[in-house]
C-alpha cells in the first residue's frame, strides 16, 4: 500500500499532512510513505527528515498522486476551492482522500466529486466521542488558533496585558473578553491567564462555566434560555435569541480592552456577536481578534484578511491561523491522521468498516455517492438506506462544531494546570468567578 502526501496548494498555506515522527507508524501498518519534494519545508520538515524517516521522496506531484491507494493533504475539495481541482481531477475508483475537505459548505460540490468512485474523508466530521479525541483535527487546530488569538491581541493592543506594580506606578492588567468557550475559547482563556489578564469568558452553552472557571476565567452569566445541544454541542439560535444576547453584552464589552470571537457554525455564516455599537463602547485602543473571520466573522465590521481600525478600535480578521505556527500544527493534524489511519488500515489494506462510528461519520463519497447524512440533507437529497453492515451514526450538531466540544478536549485540559487555576481571581477587586447580567 502507498500513502501519498503531497505539497499543499491552499495560498499561504504553510502545513503538511504527515511529520517525519509519524513515518515509522504508517511503515507499521504495512504502507510506504510517498512525500513530495518539500513537502513540509514551510513548517521546518526538511526532505532529508523524511528521507531518514523511511519516507520515499517525489519530484512529480502527479506521480504520487497517480501511485497512492491513500492521498493525504491538509486542505483538498471545498476547503481549497482555488487550487485543489488538478488534484481531484486526478482521483480514481477505489483511492481515499482524507483532508480537511470543508463539505458541509457545498455538497454539492462533493456530490461531483463522488463520480471519480474514490472515498473522500473530511476530518472535520470526526464525531466528538472519547475515543475520536486523538482524531479530532478541528480541536487540535482550534487549540492553535485559541493561542495564537491572544498573541495577535497583544502584539496589537497599546497596553501590557499583566497588572504591574513599578516605581514609576501601578498599571492595570488588561480585561480580556472571551466569546465562545469552546476549545479555541478554553486556549484563549489559558493564554490571556498566562499573560496576567484579567480574562471573562461567555458561552450559551452554561455547563462550560465550569472549564471557564478551571483555567482563571470569570465566566459572564447571562438570563438568556441555554442554548445547549446534542452531544454538549451549541446549537443555532434564532435571530431574537441573537438580538438579546447582543443587548446585555454591550455592559461587559464595554468595560473590555480585547474581545476575541469564536463562535462558528459548520456550513454557515457565523452569527453576529459584536455590533458597531459595541464597537463604539469599546474604549479607544481596543482590540477584536474575530476567529470566525472566514465564516463572515463575529463581529459586523470585519473584513476578513484584513486589519482595519475603525471608532478607535483595532479589528482583527485573521484567516487560517493554524498556519502561522506550522511547526506544531503540522505535528498535531499528523498525529491526528496517524491514529485515523490505524482505524481504516488492517494488515496492510484499506478495511472500511462502517459499523465503526469515527468512519462512517467521516465518510463524505462512497462508490459514486454522496453518503454523508447531514451533507445529504443540506443538499436536498433523499436519505439514503442503510445496509445492515452500515452503523447508524448520529451527524454532529449544525452548530459552533467547528470551536465547540462538550468537555475539555486532552489539548485544552493540559493548559488548565493547577497553578493556573489557583490564580488570583480578584486581579480588579472582584472574588466572584461569574459575572451575572440580566435584563
Known amino acids: 500500500m502507498i500513502i501519498g502526501v503531497t505539497k499543499e496548494t491552499f495560498p499561504g498555506e504553510q502545513r503538511v499532512a504527515i511529520v517525519p515522527a509519524s513515518i515509522s507508524a504508517l511503515k507499521k501498518l504495512g504502507a510506504e510513505v510517498h512525500v513530495e519534494q518539500n513537502s513540509g519545508e514551510a513548517a521546518g520538515f526538511l526532505d532529508q527528515t523524511y528521507l531518514d524517516a523511511g519516507a520515499k521522496i517525489v519530484e512529480s506531484r502527479n506521480d504520487i498522486i497517480g501511485a497512492s491507494d491513500i492521498l493525504l493533504q491538509v486542505r483538498a475539495a471545498v476547503a481549497n476551492p482555488e487550487t485543489g481541482d488538478s488534484d481531484l481531477n486526478q482521483l480514481k475508483n477505489g483511492q481515499s482522500l482524507i483532508a480537511q475537505c470543508d463539505p458541509l459548505s457545498d455538497p454539492a460540490k462533493m456530490q461531483e466529486l463522488a463520480a471519480k468512485q474514490a472515498d473522500i474523508f473530511a476530518l472535520e466530521l ?39 506594580m513599578t516605581a514609576a506606578g501601578t498599571l492595570k492588567p488588561a480585561r480580556v473578553f472571551i466569546l465562545g468557550a469552546g476549545v479555541a475559547g478554553l486556549q484563549a482563556i489559558a493564554t490571556a491567564k498566562r499573560l496576567g489578564a484579567v480574562v471573562h469568558a461567555y458561552d450559551v452553552r452554561p455547563a462550560v462555566k465550569e472549564q471557564v472557571e478551571s483555567l482563571g476565567g470569570k465566566f459572564v452569566e447571562m438570563d438568556l434560555d441555554t442554548a445547549e445541544g446534542q452531544g454538549g454541542y451549541a446549537r443555532e439560535m434564532d435571530e431574537e435569541f441573537y438580538r438579546k444576547q447582543r443587548e ?35 474604549p479607544a485602543g481596543g482590540v ?13 465590521l470585519t473584513e476578513a484578511g484584513e486589519v482595519i481600525q475603525i471608532h478607535d478600535v483595532t479589528i482583527i480578521g485573521p484567516l487560517n491561523i493554524p498556519s502561522d505556527i506550522p511547526r506544531h500544527a503540522s505535528q498535531m493534524y499528523s498525529n491526528n491522521v496517524t491514529t485515523f489511519l490505524k482505524s481504516l488500515i488492517k494488515d496492510g489494506k484499506i478495511n472500511l468498516d462502517l459499523t465503526d462510528e469515527v468512519l462512517a461519520g467521516t465518510l463524505v463519497t462512497h462508490k459514486g455517492e454522496l453518503v454523508h447524512p447531514l451533507c445529504r440533507k443540506i443538499a436536498g437529497l433523499p436519505e439514503l438506506e442503510t445496509t445492515p453492515e452500515a452503523a447508524e451514526v448520529e451527524p454532529p450538531a449544525e452548530a459552533d462544531a467547528k470551536e465547540s466540544s462538550p468537555t475539555a478536549t486532552p489539548e485544552s485540559s493540559e493548559n488548565a494546570s493547577e497553578s493556573e487555576a489557583d490564580q488570583s481571581k480578584d486581579d480588579a477587586g472582584d472574588n466572584d468567578d461569574t459575572y451575572k447580567i440580566q435584563s
Open 126 to 164: 470526526v464525531p466528538r466521542i472519547t475515543r475520536a479525541q486523538s482524531m479530532d483535527v478541528l480541536s487540535s487546530m482550534a487549540t492553535i488558533a485559541g493561542y495564537k488569538a491572544v498573541l495577535l491581541a497583544a502584539s496589537h493592543s497599546p497596553q501590557m496585558f499583566p497588572m504591574m
Open 288 to 300: 477584536i481578534v474575530d476567529l470566525a473571520a472566514e465564516r463572515g466573522g463575529n463581529c459586523e
Open 248 to 282: 446585555l453584552m454591550l455592559k461587559v464589552i464595554a468595560e473590555s480592552d480585547v474581545i476575541i470571537t469564536t463562535a462558528a457554525i459548520p456550513g454557515k455564516k457565523a452569527p453576529i456577536l459584536v455590533t458597531e455599537e459595541m464597537v463604539q463602547a469599546m
